[in-house]
């Protein structure tokens, strides 16, 4: 077993290190990102769009500099960790080399590559969804109790990471009661196991009370903005897509589990995948969203593909190796942004990617990068021409100035990069950047980035002594493209503190309630 253990170990540091030698160090952190290393400096518990397990991370990455090294290092770590649970699954099973390298494939040429390399709640919660399947496994397979409490802790810790871990624990409850696996209801230790989940999570659903649910203001305009143009056969297809290379796999460890009759005690497993589907279906859930349901079964299918390829059909073995090689290897400069921008948008462009959905965005058109590709452009720009605008204005303009983002990317990047080019902390109502702004500002001129030229028929306009656009970023593969920084000079402090006032007022409203 020892040597089984070390080849783990090698694939998993694999993991772990691969993105780092892959994608091109010309691009920066994605939008998301830059949200979640600005929570890391407001830690709570909880934010408005995610709860606060990510901000530990980010504080941790903030303390050791902020580096891209450390942003990546945790996704890394976690997509390392995760293969290892799959791995362990595979040799609890009896696999050997064949199934840990047919369970490893998957994390390095399918969409794990990506979420496994950029810092948001998806590498977490996917670590905990495999992580519950896991613990649960284990308790099947050793009848010890300790493994439901792990089972408990996984689910509490899970829910601190993303909150659509409900839905794989809704699921697995779902698969328990219609197997044999039911009589787990019947054992107290699932019951104290229980409790600790809900007491880990319970400070998170205090603060969502405290608040007022924002998270279901956030759903709300997600699903307005989005997820209602998420149709279930592009659903479906995602499913497959993602993993396009690996298919098979999963879709073997899904029928063994679902009908042979030596993975009985694992039927649970089949039947959480279909219940988490159908509760994807009817939210209108993204494909990604069912990323953390995949592992388990990569685990299981490597296992059964080893065993069926073991005698007989050995060359097989080779058949699906150079098949995921062949597939995976065209599939990585989608997955991550390997080249330059230019050279990728070309690339793009010469093998017609438009026709297979991968540049694709929320605004269901198609663009020269893919929208995660194209959220990691511009940003360090526009806060240097933030910067350099602020730090042009006279001393004793620079105290009555506030600078104001209302797109929480820029707001994200101009915090990130702000501190080393003389910025004040910039402001913004997006997001949870709405949490952290102050009630008030007692100035008479404002910088606004990403933002319009306002209504000519607004009333505040008739106060300022002049608006207008002091940079425009032109960079066609970057989503910012078009961005504005506007400078709103000299404005009676009282009349403009008033506004300000009553617009923060009217966010706010939604902290406590109607």
């Known amino acids: 077993m020892q040597k089984f253990n070390r080849f783990l170990y090698f694939l998993a540091f694999v993991k772990f290190i691969l993105p780092f030698l892959l994608q091109s160090p010309v691009y920066e952190p994605h939008r998301d990102e830059f949200l979640y290393l600005i929570e890391g400096r407001h830690m709570a518990w909880g934010f408005m769009e995610v709860p606060p397990l990510l901000s530990v991370f980010a504080w941790l990455t903030n303390l050791f500099g902020g580096s891209m090294f450390w942003i990546k290092f945790w996704p890394s770590l976690f997509g390392a960790l995760n293969f290892i649970l799959v791995g362990k699954i595979i040799l609890s099973l009896g696999g050997r080399y064949f199934a840990l390298l047919l369970g490893f494939l998957p994390f390095v040429t399918g969409a794990y590559l990506r979420v496994h390399y950029l810092f948001q709640p998806n590498f977490l919660e996917i670590f905990f969804w495999t992580l519950i399947a896991y613990s649960y496994i284990r308790y099947i397979q050793t009848q010890k109790n300790k493994w439901l409490y792990i089972l408990g802790v996984a689910i509490g810790f899970g829910m601190l990471s993303k909150y659509s871990v409900l839905f794989f624990t809704v699921s697995v409850l779902g ?128 296992y059964q593909l080893e065993q069926l390829t073991a005698k007989r059909v050995y060359f097989l073995r080779y058949v699906f190796i150079v098949f995921i090689a062949f597939i995976g290897y065209y ?15 070309e690339f793009y462009s010469e093998r017609h990617l438009e026709k297979t959905g991968a540049l694709r965005w929320e605004d269901l058109k198609n663009h020269p990068l893919p929208q995660d590709f194209a959220d990691m452009i511009g940003w360090k720009t526009m806060a240097e021409e933030t910067a350099k605008l602020y730090n042009s204005l006279p001393e004793e303009e620079k105290s009555k100035t506030v600078v104001k983002s209302d797109n929480y990317g820029l707001c994200g990047a101009l915090n990130f990069y702000g501190p080393k080019l003389g910025l004040p902390q910039v402001f913004g109502y997006d997001a949870s950047f709405l949490l952290w702004i102050p009630d008030t500002f007692h100035v008479r001129n404002v910088i606004t980035v990403g933002e319009e030229m306002p209504d000519p028929k607004r009333d505040l306009l008739k106060y300022f002594e002049s608006i207008s656009i002091k940079y ?27 506004f300000l006032k009553g617009e923060i007022a009217e966010k706010k409203k939604i902290f406590y309630g109607n």
């Open 472 to 498: 425009e970023l032109r960079d066609s593969l970057a989503r910012e493209d078009g961005s504005k920084i506007l400078l709103w000079y000299h404005c009676n402090a009282d009349t403009l503190s008033r």
């Open 331 to 345: 599939s990585i400069p989608i997955l991550l942004p390997i080249f330059k921008p230019t050279k990728l948008a």
């Open 175 to 302: 698969g328990l009661l219609v197997t044999d696996q039911r009589k787990i209801f019947t054992n107290k230790h699932f019951y104290y196991a229980a409790a600790i989940g809900f007491l880990i999570f319970l400070p998170n659903l205090i603060w969502q009370i405290a608040y007022h649910f924002p998270v279901a203001l956030h759903m709300k305009k997600l699903q307005r903005t989005q997820l209602q143009y998420i149709s279930p056969s592009s659903f479906l297809a995602g499913q497959v897509m993602m993993n396009f290379a690996c298919a098979f796999v999963w879709v073997t460890g899904l029928i063994w589990t679902a009908f042979a009759s030596k993975a009985k005690p694992y039927r649970f497993i089949a039947w959480a995948y279909v219940f988490v589907i159908i509760l994807l279906l009817l939210g209108h859930g993204k494909d990604y969203y069912a990323l953390g349901a995949y592992p388990v079964l990569f685990a299981f299918g490597a």
